[in-house]
């Protein structure tokens, strides 16, 4: 069976930190591009960041960039993203995804695999 599992939202702060993670099972972890959507109340969901297991490329939204770090460990089939200066617009259920076809940028299809989601909250 397929999971990604995410783990670390919650209630933080503007300009404080948190780090999510995914831990994925089921499939071949590191063949897979993984990372992050979100999803804020009212608003279209939007690709965060994402990392080519195989090569560690990675992508960043603009909005994201020089705040978030996302990294992959491949022994634990995890891949984290660190948020640093947290704003209140950060706020949204984060969902980890998984694509073979590779890291997606702006991309909305060709997502394999969906977690559940966890929410982050940022406060003003």
């Known amino acids: 069976e397929v999971q990604l599992v995410e783990s670390g939202g919650g209630l933080v702060q503007a300009g404080g930190s948190l780090r999510l993670s995914c831990a994925a099972s089921g499939f071949t972890f590191d063949v897979y591009a993984v990372g992050w959507f979100r999803q804020a109340p009212g608003k279209e969901r939007e690709g965060v960041s994402c990392?080519?297991?195989?090569?560690?490329?990675?992508y960043y939204a603009d909005s994201v960039k020089g705040r978030f770090t996302i990294s992959s460990d491949n022994a634990k089939n995890t891949v984290y993203l660190q948020m640093n200066s947290l704003k209140f617009e950060d706020t949204a259920v984060y969902y980890c995804?998984?694509?073979?076809?590779?890291?997606?940028?702006?991309?909305?299809?060709?997502?394999?695999?969906w977690g559940k989601g966890t929410l982050v909250t940022v406060s003003s």
């Open positions: 995804a998984a694509a073979l076809l590779g890291c997606w940028g702006s991309r909305s299809y060709g997502l394999d695999y």
């Open positions: 990392i080519s297991v195989r090569d560690g490329s990675t």
